[in-house]
C-alpha cells in the first residue's frame, strides 16, 4: 500500500488465468484494497468516485486529503518495533446549525466535506500506547478551491485546533493550499457601467463606474454602497452578498494565526507540508513551528509569476527557489525533510512517539530495549568528532559502537540550520528525551546568492567547532522550547567555548538569541540535565546561559572526570593572571640551577638569562597547567555549581536512573500541587515529598522502589486527603475572613448540604 501511495497509483487490475480479476477499488480511503472479481464485474468496472480528485491533489503535487487517513493506518501498521498499529479516524463536523463546536461523526462517507479544510478526531495504537492515544489530525483540501482559505475554513480550523487544546492532545496540520480566498461580486461583472469623460475617446479616462436604476433595485439591500446621480448609482464600495471574497477572509487569517500560536504555546503542534503552502498557509506552518516539508511541498508568501511582475522581469521560474527545502530547511523553518507523503507519514508517527498522549502526562516509556547498566563506548576526545556518534553510536572497526542513547532510537532535528549545534529525540532506557550536542568539527553556514540581485554571490561562511553563532543560538533555544513542549526531559552535552562576538555576529544578533536560551530554560519543566563530557569545557557567557541557577527547579549540572569548567582557557587566563613575571618568579623559586646562578646576581647575569629563557617554554606549559587545575572537575563540584561528577562510560546508567527519579518525583509533586492548589508554595510540596520518603529520598533507586511500593501510595494517598482537606479549609476561612459577621453565619448556613 505504501508503495503505491508514492507512485499516487488510483486503480489497477490484474489478470489471473482467464476468468478472475485482482482490482483495486478504491470506493473509500482505506485504499488499496484488492479483491477477487469475476470477468463480468471487471468489464463493468468504474473507477473511484475519488479519481479526479485525487488527479488534482496529484497536479499539486500531493495526495487527496482523506487518503492521508489511509496513509496513516499503513504507517501505523507497519511502525517499527513489531507492534501491531492501528488507527481509528473519525470525521470532525460541526455539532450544530449554530457551527460554535465540532463534534466527531463515526461513519461519515469520506470526500463528502462541503468546505476546504476537513478534520479528524484520531484514535493510534502503537507501542507506546498499546491501548491508544488521541489525535486531531486537520488538512486542506486542495481540490476545493485549490484549498485556498475562506471563512468556512478558516471557522474548520480553529474549532478543529480548539477541540485538540481542550483535551491536551496532539494537533497535526496538513498543509496543501493557495493562501487566502480571493473573489469578485461576480453578479456585478455584467451590469456595472463607465461614466467615460468623452465616450468618443475612453483613452481619456472615466469620471465613475455606476449602475443604472433599475439594475441597482434589483439587487439585494446592501449589495453595494453609493449614491444616485441623476438616474447614475454611482458606487463608491462593492459589499456583495457573498460572505468570503475580500478582507474577511484576511480576518478569518488573523484569527486561525492567533489561534495557532496559542496551540503551541498551550500543547503540541505538528505541520507537515505537502504541495504548496502559501501566504497565511505558511504562517500557520511557521507558527506550529514543528516542521516536516516534502521534497515538491514550497512554503511561500506569494508565488514566482507575482514576484516576477513585481521585479519588471524574469527572475525566479519555480516555486522552490522561494520556498523549497533547498531554502527552508537550511533556515530552520522546516525541522525535516522528506521525498514523498508516504515517507512523510511514517516521520509523523515517528515523532509522535516520543509525545506524551496529552499535555498532562508525561511521555510513555517503552520496555527496556538495551541495557541501561552498560558503558558508553564511543568515547569524545580532545581531536573533533561526530557528536551524533556520541548520542547515537557508530560502526566501527570491530562491530558497532553505542553511544549515550538506546541503540536506534535517535533521530536528529533541524540538521540543515545552525550545524554548529546537532539537536534531536533519542530514548535513554525506553525514556524519551530530547538532546543538544555541539559539533566540534568545522561547520559552514551557506547563504545562497538572490537571483534577484544579479551583483550577489553566494557566501561560505565557515563556523568554528565548540563556539554559538546567531543560528546556533537561535536553534538551540527553539530545540529546548519545543522539547518543553512535549514535555521531553533534556540533556544537553555542554561543550563551548563561548559565543562569537565578532562584529559581523554581533550584528547578526548573537546577544539576541543567547538571551533565548536562558528564555526557554526558564519555562522548562521537565528534567533538564546539563553535563559536561569528556574533554569538553564550557567557559564564560556558555556557562552562563545554562547554569543550572536558571531553573533550579528543573535544572541540574554534572561535568565528566576529564572535562573542564571556567571563564578563560588556561592561554587567556595566563595572559591576565599569570604573566612571564609571575612565571620567572616561579623559576627562581623551583629551578636549581637559578637558585645557585642568583647568589651572584650581577656575574651570572648572561647566565641567568639563558637560563631564564631555556625555561621558558617549560614554565608556560606549568603555569597553563597550573591554571588548568582551576577548571577541574573536582573544583567544580567543591564550589557547589555541578550536582556531581561523572565517569563518562557509566554516565548512561545514571543519568537514567537520575531521569526516572526526578521523573517519578515531579509527577508526585504534581499531585500535590493540584491538591494543594496555592496553599503550598514549591518547597513546601517538595518538603511533603521528601518528609514521605524519608531515608529514601537521597537515593534514585531507592526513591522510585519506595515510591512503587503498596505502603508509600497508601501514605500518599492518606497525605493528599489531608493536604486537600487543609487546602479547601484554609481558602473557605480566607473567604469568610473576608465577610462582616453577619454575612458570615449567613454564608455557613447556605452551604448545601453534602450530596
Same mark, same amino acid.
Given at each position: 500500500a505504501a508503495k503505491l501511495a508514492a507512485l499516487h497509483v488510483d486503480s489497477f487490475a490484474v489478470r489471473v488465468g482467464d476468468a478472475n480479476f485482482a482490482m483495486a477499488s478504491p470506493a473509500s480511503t482505506s485504499w488499496p484494497a484488492l479483491e477477487a472479481v469475476d470477468a463480468k464485474v471487471a468489464d463493468d468496472f468504474v473507477p473511484s468516485p475519488f479519481a479526479k480528485r485525487r488527479a488534482?491533489?496529484?497536479?499539486?503535487?500531493?495526495?487527496?486529503?482523506?487518503?492521508?487517513?489511509?496513509?496513516?493506518?499503513?504507517?501505523?501498521?507497519?511502525?517499527?518495533?513489531?507492534?501491531?498499529?492501528?488507527?481509528?479516524?473519525?470525521?470532525?463536523?460541526?455539532a450544530d446549525d449554530a457551527k460554535t463546536a465540532l463534534t466527531p461523526a463515526p461513519g461519515t462517507p469520506p470526500g463528502t466535506n462541503k468546505v476546504g479544510m476537513v478534520a479528524w478526531h484520531m484514535t493510534l495504537k502503537s507501542a507506546e500506547y498499546p491501548a491508544g492515544r488521541e489525535l486531531v489530525v486537520i488538512a486542506n483540501d486542495?481540490?476545493?478551491?485549490?484549498?485556498?482559505?475562506?471563512?468556512?475554513?478558516?471557522?474548520?480550523?480553529?474549532?478543529?485546533?480548539?477541540?485538540?487544546?481542550?483535551?491536551?492532545?496532539?494537533?497535526?496540520?496538513?498543509?496543501?493550499?493557495?493562501?487566502?480566498?480571493?473573489?469578485?461580486?461576480?453578479?456585478?461583472?455584467?451590469?456595472?457601467?463607465?461614466?467615460?469623460?468623452?465616450?468618443?475617446?475612453?483613452?481619456q479616462g472615466f469620471e465613475y463606474v455606476y449602475l443604472d436604476r433599475a439594475d441597482y433595485e434589483a439587487l439585494e439591500p446592501g449589495t453595494v454602497l453609493g449614491s444616485f446621480k441623476g438616474d447614475d448609482f454611482v458606487l463608491s464600495a462593492i459589499v456583495g452578498t457573498t460572505h468570503g471574497i475580500g478582507v474577511e477572509?484576511?480576518?478569518?487569517?488573523?484569527?486561525?494565526?492567533?489561534?495557532?500560536?496559542?496551540?503551541?504555546?498551550d500543547g503540541f503542534t505538528l505541520s507537515y507540508v505537502t504541495g504548496r503552502s502559501v501566504g497565511i498557509g505558511a504562517y500557520l506552518v511557521r507558527l506550529g513551528q514543528r516542521t516536516i516539508q516534502m521534497s515538491v511541498g514550497p512554503l511561500i508568501l506569494t508565488g514566482y509569476a507575482a514576484l516576477n511582475k513585481l521585479l519588471g522581469r524574469e527572475v525566479y521560474t519555480s516555486q522552490d527557489q522561494l520556498g523549497g527545502p533547498q531554502v527552508m530547511h537550511p533556515n530552520g523553518v522546516s525541522h525535516m525533510t522528506v521525498d514523498n507523503d508516504v515517507e512523510g507519514?511514517?516521520?509523523?508517527?515517528?515523532?509522535?512517539?516520543?509525545?506524551?498522549?496529552?499535555?498532562f502526562d508525561q511521555p510513555a516509556a517503552l520496555a527496556i530495549s538495551d541495557p541501561v547498566d552498560r558503558d558508553v563506548a564511543f568515547l569524545p576526545t580532545k581531536a573533533p568528532y561526530d557528536p551524533r556518534h556520541m548520542l547515537a553510536g557508530c560502526d566501527g572497526p570491530s562491530g558497532f559502537v553505542s553511544g549515550f542513547f538506546d541503540a536506534g532510537s535517535f533521530t536528529?532535528?533541524?540538521?540543515?540550520?545552525?550545524?554548529?549545534?546537532?539537536?534531536?529525540?533519542?530514548?535513554?532506557?525506553?525514556?524519551?528525551?530530547?538532546?543538544?550536542?555541539?559539533?566540534?568539527?568545522?561547520?559552514?553556514?551557506?547563504?545562497?546568492?538572490?537571483?534577484?540581485?544579479?551583483?550577489?554571490?553566494?557566501?561560505?561562511?565557515?563556523q568554528p567547532g565548540q563556539v554559538w553563532f546567531p543560528d546556533s543560538a537561535?536553534?538551540?533555544?527553539?530545540?529546548?522550547?519545543?522539547?518543553?513542549?512535549?514535555?521531553?526531559?533534556?540533556?544537553?552535552?555542554?561543550?563551548?567555548?563561548?559565543?562569537?562576538?565578532?562584529?559581523?555576529?554581533?550584528?547578526?544578533?548573537?546577544?539576541?538569541?543567547?538571551?533565548?536560551?536562558?528564555?526557554?530554560?526558564?519555562?522548562?519543566?521537565?528534567?533538564?540535565?546539563?553535563?559536561?563530557?569528556?574533554?569538553?569545557?564550557?567557559?564564560?557567557?556558555a556557562w552562563v546561559v545554562v547554569d543550572p541557577t536558571i531553573n533550579a527547579d528543573a535544572m541540574e549540572m554534572y561535568a565528566d572526570e576529564q572535562s573542564r569548567g571556567g571563564i578563560l582557557e588556561p592561554p587567556g587566563i595566563c595572559e591576565v593572571k599569570f604573566r612571564a613575571a609571575d612565571q620567572l618568579k616561579a623559576m627562581h623559586r623551583l629551578d636549581p640551577t637559578l637558585l645557585k646562578l642568583s647568589q651572584d646576581k650581577d656575574g651570572n647575569a648572561d647566565a641567568i638569562k639563558a637560563r631564564e629563557d631555556a625555561l621558558a617554554p617549560?614554565?608556560?606549559?606549568?603555569?597553563?597547567?597550573?591554571?588548568?587545575?582551576?577548571?577541574?572537575?573536582?573544583?567544580?563540584?567543591? %564550589?557547589?555549581?555541578?550536582?556531581?561528577?561523572?565517569?563518562?562510560?557509566?554516565?548512561?546508567?545514571?543519568?537514567?536512573?537520575?531521569?526516572?527519579?526526578?521523573?517519578a518525583e515531579d509527577a508526585l509533586k504534581a499531585r500535590f500541587k493540584a491538591a494543594a492548589g496555592d496553599e503550598l508554595s514549591k518547597a513546601e510540596v517538595a518538603a511533603a515529598v521528601a518528609d514521605l520518603a524519608g531515608a529514601a529520598h537521597g537515593d534514585d533507586k531507592?526513591?522510585?522502589?519506595?515510591?512503587?511500593?503498596?505502603?508509600?501510595?497508601?501514605?500518599?494517598?492518606? %497525605?493528599?486527603?489531608a493536604v486537600k482537606l487543609a487546602a479547601v479549609t484554609g481558602a473557605v476561612a480566607k473567604l469568610l475572613a473576608g465577610l462582616p459577621a453577619d454575612a458570615r453565619a449567613k454564608a455557613l448556613a447556605n452551604l448545601p448540604a453534602p450530596q
Open positions: 488534482t491533489a496529484r497536479r499539486a503535487g500531493s495526495t487527496f486529503c482523506y487518503d492521508f487517513v489511509g496513509l496513516l493506518a499503513c504507517a501505523a501498521k507497519g511502525a517499527e518495533g513489531g507492534f501491531p498499529g492501528s488507527l481509528k479516524a473519525d470525521e470532525l463536523v460541526w486542495v481540490t476545493f478551491q485549490s484549498g485556498s482559505f475562506g471563512v468556512p475554513e478558516d471557522d474548520v480550523y480553529k474549532a478543529a485546533s480548539e477541540y485538540a487544546r481542550a483535551r491536551g492532545i496532539p494537533r497535526i496540520y496538513v498543509a496543501c493550499n493557495s493562501g487566502a480566498r480571493i473573489g469578485l461580486v461576480e453578479e456585478l461583472k455584467p451590469k456595472f457601467k463607465v461614466k467615460w469623460n468623452n465616450a468618443a475617446n475612453p483613452g477572509n484576511l480576518r478569518g487569517s488573523g484569527t486561525i494565526a492567533g489561534e495557532t500560536s496559542r496551540a503551541y504555546q507519514v511514517k516521520e509523523i508517527l515517528k515523532w509522535l512517539s516520543f509525545v506524551p498522549a496529552t499535555k536528529e532535528y533541524l540538521a540543515g540550520w545552525g550545524k554548529s549545534v546537532v539537536v534531536g529525540r533519542g530514548r535513554l532506557g525506553g525514556i524519551a528525551m530530547g538532546a543538544i550536542a555541539v559539533e566540534t568539527r568545522l561547520s559552514e553556514q551557506r547563504v545562497p546568492a538572490d537571483p534577484a540581485d544579479p551583483a550577489s554571490n553566494e557566501a561560505i561562511l565557515a537561535y536553534k538551540t533555544a527553539q530545540a529546548i522550547r519545543d522539547f518543553s513542549g512535549e514535555n521531553l526531559p533534556i540533556v544537553i552535552f555542554a561543550n563551548w567555548r563561548g559565543f562569537s562576538g565578532g562584529t559581523r555576529d554581533m550584528y547578526g544578533e548573537i546577544l539576541k538569541f543567547g538571551a533565548m536560551i536562558v528564555d526557554a530554560l526558564v519555562d522548562c519543566t521537565a528534567p533538564v540535565s546539563v553535563y559536561i563530557p569528556p574533554n569538553g569545557e564550557l567557559r564564560g557567557g617549560t614554565y608556560m606549559q606549568v603555569a597553563h597547567e597550573f591554571a588548568d587545575l582551576h577548571d577541574r572537575a573536582g573544583r567544580m563540584k567543591a %564550589k557547589g555549581v555541578i550536582r556531581d561528577v561523572l565517569s563518562w562510560p557509566k554516565c548512561r546508567t545514571y543519568l537514567y536512573w537520575r531521569t526516572k527519579r526526578r521523573l531507592a526513591f522510585l522502589a519506595w515510591a512503587e511500593s503498596a505502603p508509600a501510595k497508601a501514605a500518599v494517598a492518606a %497525605k493528599l486527603d
